[in-house]
């Protein structure tokens, strides 16, 4: 015997098998059994939340010889002959192949004729929103004065696309999204009458993946139970067969993000790539952490609100504390502005590392919300230094952000020092010859950087903030590299140190310029 997917295995059979449409239930439940039964009824809302099997089981409750408070007995030969597709009293329609003119006009000649057994015929028109207009208006007259043995039920899940004379025709009812909670229940439920291992975490990660839909949470429990199929499911197995992400890279992106970390960030999202994840999947998953974020930020009462573990929710917290609320939301826009852009982009890739890259860099943008995350990062940059330039103050210090100028910062000019070793001389009047010795990229970055002298007459190498620094700054190997080639054009070992600046003014402003003092090669490129 062919298998049966979950979804259709476990189809409810009578009203209270139906799960988070209570208000629609009841309301149904109540019609018949006072036998206040309408003509036409309209059921809308999101895929998979459980309108065509409503729209089945009111189909058998109507026409039931022994209904059970307001639900079918099951047993009666017309519940049989419904369940199984023999009576001819419950006809099923699918709108989408069949909208033309000519297969209403078919309908409407078929109401004509009684039922030859049971109380009601129902048609069923599932996709409802996709009939012709041709087709509506012949739909029109019969659906409001139909004859008392026919009910129409139609189904749909874009109900703005409906006529109105067709809504005001309708009883009008709206299916919710179901909560994680109902979904993670019932799959628990159909799990252990299936006798399969889950750990809860995963079970909850499938619920929370189906968006408020319990066929695609059922359809994505039984791909994850068919790729390990006899094996106990783990929330890391889920992850890899949704080709989702944890929520702890999450985490490590956003504390990336927060330091202007952009080398950071894309070797994470490299990670990301090499591990197979979807793309589309991690931009939504990522938008919802960062809406997290944002609620955890806004308020301490939380717990009903966000659907996460208790560790997971202490995390939160405390990186809800690590930003400002106005940062963000400027996270969420640009995120939720990917997210209409990536679904149908052929570079998904190319525009992740565009929008992680406008996270980290700020002066990218001009809106309102990037300026105050520029000023962020200005006032941070002020703490650390603790000092302004001379003449300087916050005051004209913003309004230079505002304007988009560069930011100087720390002390007034410094002075040159009194000293220099041979060793630096030799280096710093060799440098596009020593630069030139080196590979690309190192040699791009090597040749925009400023030279000075640190502690202990050591080498300073200046790099501007981007990749130059990040390539550098977050690489032990790649300074070591450098350092050779230093070494090796003197014939001794010189110590250096690498420092990143935001700007050739804050360098001005910060740190003595020795190559102004030595005369320097002139490189002559081909």
């Not at 019609?31 to 099997?53: C, D, E, S, V, W």
């Not at 179901?178 to 499938?206: G, H, W």
């Not at 630096?424 to 010795?437: D, E, L, Q, S, Y």
Request: proline share 3%.
């Amino acid at each position: 015997m062919s298998y049966t997917a979950l979804y259709r295995k476990f189809r409810p059979a009578v009203f209270e098998d139906v799960k988070g449409q209570e208000h629609i239930v009841k309301t149904l439940k109540n019609q018949i059994k006072a036998n206040r039964i309408g003509h036409a009824y309209l059921f809308t809302g999101t895929r998979g939340t459980g309108k065509t099997t409503i729209a089945k089981i009111f189909a058998r409750s109507v026409n039931c010889e022994n209904p059970v408070d307001g639900s079918p007995c099951g047993t009666c030969p017309t519940c049989k002959a419904i369940a199984s597709g023999a009576s001819m009293n419950v006809i099923e329609i699918d709108a989408a192949s069949n909208n033309s003119v000519d297969n209403i006009r078919e309908i409407v000649d078929e109401v004509s004729y009684s039922p030859a057994e049971g109380k009601y015929k129902v048609y069923i028109i599932d996709e409802v929103h996709m009939l012709s207009k041709g087709a509506f208006n012949a739909l029109l007259k019969t659906l409001e004065e139909p004859p008392s043995y026919v009910i129409f039920i139609l189904a749909t899940t874009e109900v703005h696309m409906l006529p109105v004379t067709i809504l005001s025709r309708c009883q009008r009812y709206d299916f919710k999204r179901i909560s994680i909670d109902t979904i993670a229940d019932r799959m628990r439920e159909l799990m252990s009458a299936e006798n399969v291992a889950i750990e809860d975490r995963a079970l909850r990660y499938v619920a929370k993946a189906a968006d408020g839909s319990m066929r695609d949470g059922l359809s994505l429990l039984d791909q994850c139970i068919a790729f390990h199929l006899g094996e106990e499911l783990t929330y890391d197995m889920v992850l890899n067969v949704l080709g989702a992400v944890d929520t702890e890279v999450f985490s490590r992106l956003f504390r990336f993000i927060l330091k202007a970390d952009v080398l950071g960030c894309i070797t994470l999202l490299e990670e990301i790539v090499m591990q197979g994840r979807e793309l589309t999947q991690f931009v939504g998953d990522f938008t919802w952490y960062l809406r997290n974020l944002m609620l955890a930020k806004a308020t301490d009462d939380i717990e009903d609100v966000i659907d996460v573990s208790s560790e997971n929710l202490a995390r939160l917290k405390e990186e809800a504390t690590m930003a400002e609320m106005d940062t963000i939301l400027r996270y969420i826009r640009i995120f939720s502005e990917l997210s209409g852009q990536i679904r149908y982009a052929g570079q998904k890739r190319i525009l992740i590392e565009m929008a992680l890259i406008k996270l980290c860099r700020p002066a990218m943008e001009t809106k309102e919300d990037a300026l105050l995350d520029r000023i962020r990062q200005v006032e941070e940059k002020v703490e650390n230094a603790a000092i302004l330039p001379e003449g300087m103050n916050l005051e004209n210090l913003y309004a230079g952000t505002a304007a988009g100028g560069e930011i100087p910062q720390k002390r007034s000019k410094p002075e040159m020092p009194k000293a220099i070793p041979e060793d630096i001389k030799k280096v710093v009047a060799n440098w596009p010859t020593i630069v030139g010795n080196a590979e690309n990229p190192m040699k791009m970055y090597l040749k925009g950087a400023k030279l000075s002298m640190g502690g202990d007459n050591k080498l300073m190498i200046v790099l501007m903030d981007g990749p130059a620094s990040d390539y550098f700054l977050q690489h032990e190997n790649n300074r070591e590299s450098a350092q050779n080639i230093i070494s090796e054009f003197c014939g001794k070992e010189v110590e250096t140190v690498f420092q990143s600046v935001g700007s050739t003014q804050e360098f001005e402003y910060t740190f003595p310029d020795i190559s102004k003092m030595i005369h320097m090669d002139i490189e002559i490129e081909d």
